[in-house]
């Protein structure tokens, strides 16, 4: 191989889940907003606002694969019987 690939700078790979995310706002806030333990957490009207201001181009894919994660947690079976024991 030429020097140049063996010693350019370590390329990444580019997750496609800013643009998923992009394409897909209206159902990310369709389904954040059907969470029941996620609003009780969450404010829906920030997390909506996050949603729309990654579609206008800031990229906040990291904050809303995190609110997702969240999201999955806390509206599993296993998860909500926890809650209300706690609770």
Do not use: D
């Not at 949603?51 to 909500?80: C, V, Y």
């Amino acid at each position: 191989l030429p020097s140049f690939i063996i010693e350019r700078r370590k390329l990444g790979f580019k997750s496609p889940t800013s643009l998923w995310f992009k394409e897909q706002k209206e159902q990310l806030a369709e389904m954040f907003n059907s969470g029941t333990y996620f609003r009780q957490i969450f404010n829906i009207e920030a997390v909506i606002n996050l949603l729309e201001e990654h579609a206008s181009g800031r990229n906040l894919e990291k904050q809303i694969f995190l609110l997702l994660n969240f999201h999955q947690l806390l509206e599993r079976e296993n998860t909500t019987a926890l809650i209300k024991r706690c609770a």
